[in-house]
Every structure is written in C-alpha cells, then in structure tokens.
C-alpha cells in the first residue's frame, strides 16, 4: 500500500527539450503530491506540489499533472536546462513522505 | 531566508559506538522529521515527531534509535551502537501548518 513507482530512472534531454517523469502510487489516502530535486550532496528540495483537487498545475517551466483515477502523477520540465541536470524525486505524502525511486536527470547543451 | 541546519556535516564512527546527529529547524516548525538515504538509494522515512512526541515510526526505527528536542530549538537523532549497515545519508527536515517539508543538508554517517 505504500509503494511508489517512479519512471524512467534516468533521462537524457538536449537542451530545450521537453523532460518528462511519472510516478504511480497504490495508497488512497495520499493526500499530497510533491516532486523534490536532489542536487549531489544536498537536501531534497521542494520543486512543486499539488493537491488532488486539480489535475494540473504549473509554476513556470515545471507542470504536474495528476490522474487520482489511475493513481499517477506526472512532472513536465518544459525547455529543459543544463541547471536542470539534478536527481527527481516523487513523494507522495499523508503526513510523511514516501519517496520513490528517483530519476536521474541529465541536460545536454 | 530561514533554512535548516544540520550538524555535523559527515561523521566517521567505530561499529558499535553511540552518535548523535543534530539539526536545528527553522524556528516556527512544529512538525518534525527524519529520513534517511544509503547511497545510490531512495530516501526512506525514519521517524516523526510532533508535540514533543514521536508521531510515527518506520520498521527502521528500532530501539537502537531515539529522537529528542532537548531545547526546544535543537532535534537530535541518536543510534546508540551503530552497524555496518546504518552508514547513510541522514536528513531532518520539519513543516509549520502546510504540507512542505523543508530539508536539512544532511550528515553523512560512516560506520566503519
């Protein structure tokens, strides 16, 4: 019931390009969806969130977008950067954060 | 702005021995946590703790661990005698009303 699926575990963009990572969860009573970037040697850092409420939202070039009938959740990096190049990490949460695999992000100039 | 701190930034220890990892929240937290992740890993919760209370525990936390805020500043995470297999990276993060967990920088723990 905790589980968390997250896909790719790696992804290689060009520069401008379009990332795209997805996360799948089993446990309903998940009531918060963040995504968190890890740079090497840092703390997970808050990226965006959304409540199940809205199947979409956007805070500049990163867009979730949330499917509660499936159970998944998406992060969108629209004109991807090399400064985007950081390990992703999806948490659904409903009270701690239970982290998925991660997915390993490389930008290309 | 306000951050989280966590010290000491890498810890080398014996197997066996006691270590205590401190974090220092930001101040209007009231909720607060520890993760921990094995290199290469995901991060795994560990504990929480709110009200001065531990509020959850994972099947990591056994008795060889304890959390405390002995200051109402600091919150402390102690493995009284450490294996092989705690060496990790250990983060406290903690949230106010919303749902956000701010994260710490870590320590890196090194049991040898």
């Known amino acids: 019931q905790q589980q968390v699926k997250q896909s790719p575990q790696s992804l290689i963009v060009q520069k401008g390009g379009i990332s795209i990572i997805n996360c799948a969860y089993e446990?309903?009573?998940?009531?918060?969806f963040p995504w968190y970037q890890q740079f090497p040697g840092k703390g997970p850092a808050l990226l965006i969130a959304i409540r199940p409420d809205v199947s979409e939202k956007k805070e500049g070039r990163f867009t979730i977008s949330f499917n509660k009938s499936a159970k998944q959740f998406s992060l969108h990096i629209m004109d991807s950067q090399p400064g985007d190049s950081a390990t992703y990490f999806c948490?659904?949460?409903?009270?701690?954060?239970?982290f998925g695999t991660g997915t390993r992000l490389q930008v290309f100039p | 702005e306000p951050e989280v701190t966590q010290t000491p930034s890498h810890q080398v220890t014996q197997m066996g021995q006691e270590v205590i990892l401190r974090c220092v929240p930001i101040s209007n937290h009231l909720y607060f946590y520890w993760y921990r992740q094995i290199l290469g890993q995901k991060v795994e919760f560990l504990v929480s703790?709110?009200?001065?209370?531990?509020?959850?525990k994972s099947e990591i936390f056994d008795d060889q661990f304890s959390v405390e805020r002995p200051d109402g500043s600091n919150f402390t995470l102690k493995i009284r005698s450490t294996k092989l297999e705690d060496s990790a990276m250990y983060f406290c993060a903690g949230r106010g009303p919303t749902d956000t967990q701010y994260f710490g920088p870590g320590t890196r723990l090194t049991v040898l």
């Open positions: 446990n309903t009573a998940f009531d918060y």
């Open positions: 703790f709110y009200n001065n209370e531990i509020s959850e």
């Open positions: 948490a659904p949460s409903a009270d701690k954060l239970i």
